[in-house]
C-alpha cells in the first residue's frame, strides 16, 4: 500500500485553531461497523454506547510546556523543543538555529536558565540543564505548550490546562493524546454511573507523531520511538472484562499502541519500555473492541492505524461525511466513535502488513 491511499481533501477552515468552551460538547462521528449508517452525535453521547462491565483505557500522559527560547553564546537565537525527558536534568531535543550547536556549548534560555549541549543522539541533541531546580517546575515558568503546527497561533495561559487530558498524571509527552481531550468530570461521572469501568496506560507521545511519511511504501517506513508502560493492574482488569463479557474500548491511537505492543506475544502482558509499532491495513488486532479518536492528518500514519482497524474505505467515507458536516479536525476537534470492520482471527502473531514493536 501507498500513503496516497490515504488521502483525503480537507477545507483549511475545518481545522480547529482553539478548543470548544465544553470538553465533552464536542461532536462525535458514531461509525458502527459493517454498512450501518452514520451517526452525528456529541461526545457526552458516549453513554449510550458503552454498557455496564464495559473498560475504557486512558493515556494518563502528561505534556510538559516543551517549547524553549534562548540564545548561543555568539548571540545566535534557538528554539527548542524537547523530545524526551531522560531523568535527572538531562534531555533529548530538537534544537533549531542557523547553526548546529557543537557539544561543549551552551544556551542560556530568555528566562536565565543554562543549557550545556553534550551531543547528538538518535536525530536529536542531548542537552543538560545546569540548575539544581526540578526540571518540571522550570518548564511550568520558562516553557510554552507545544501545539501542533497546523495550529496557527502562539499558544496561551489557557493551553496550559485545554492542552492536557483532566486525568493527566505522568510528566513526559510533548503532544497531547488528543482524544482524552474531550472527557470531564461529568461525562467520566456519567459514565462511571453507568457501569462503565476506567483503566490507564501511559505513553509519552514524542514530535515523531507530526512528521510526515517521507517515503511513499507504507512497508518502507519507519516509526518513530516512543515509551510506554502497560502495567499488571490494567492487564488484570482487561482479563477480568474480557471474561465478563465487556469490551475494551481504547481512548485514543496512542492506547491502541500501548495495548498492541504489550500484546505482541499472544496476549496482554505488562510492558516498560520503547515501542515503534507501526500499524496498518492487514494488522490483526488483539487489544481493543472500540475506538474513541480524533481526526488524523492525510496519508498519516495514524490514519492508516484507524483504517487498519475500522476498514480504509469505511474511514474515508466517514471523512467525507465529516467534511460534508464541517466537523472540526485534529487535536482541537471533534472525535469518532469506531468499531472493528471485522471479528479479528484469532491465533498467531500481528500479520506480516505491519511493523511490530521494538522489544
Known sequence: ???SDFHFELPPGLIAQAPLAERSASRLLVVPPGDAPYEDRQVRDLVDYLREGDLLVFNDTRVIPARLFGSKETG???EILLERLLGGHEVLAQV???KTPKPGGRITLDEGTVLEVLGREGGFHRLRFLTDEPLEKLLLRAGR???PPYIQREAGSADLERYQTVFARHAGAVAAPTAGLHFDQALLAALEGRGVRFGHVTLHVGAGTFQPMRVDSLHEHRMHSEWLNVGADLCQQV????????????????VVRALETASR???LRPYAGETNIFIFPGYRFRSVDALVTNFHLPESTLMMLVSAFAGRERILAAYQHAVRQEYRFFSYGDAMLLFPAAEPPAGGPPGPTSQDATP
Do not use: D, F, H, W
Request: hydrophobic fraction near 40%.
Open 145 to 147: 505548550m507545544p501545539l
Open 76 to 78: 545566535g537565537r534557538v
Open 96 to 98: 533549531g538555529a542557523s
Open 239 to 254: 482479563a477480568r472484562t474480557r471474561a465478563a463479557g465487556g469490551r475494551v474500548v481504547a481512548v485514543g491511537t496512542t
Open 1 to 3: 500500500m501507498k500513503k
Open 265 to 267: 506475544e499472544g496476549e
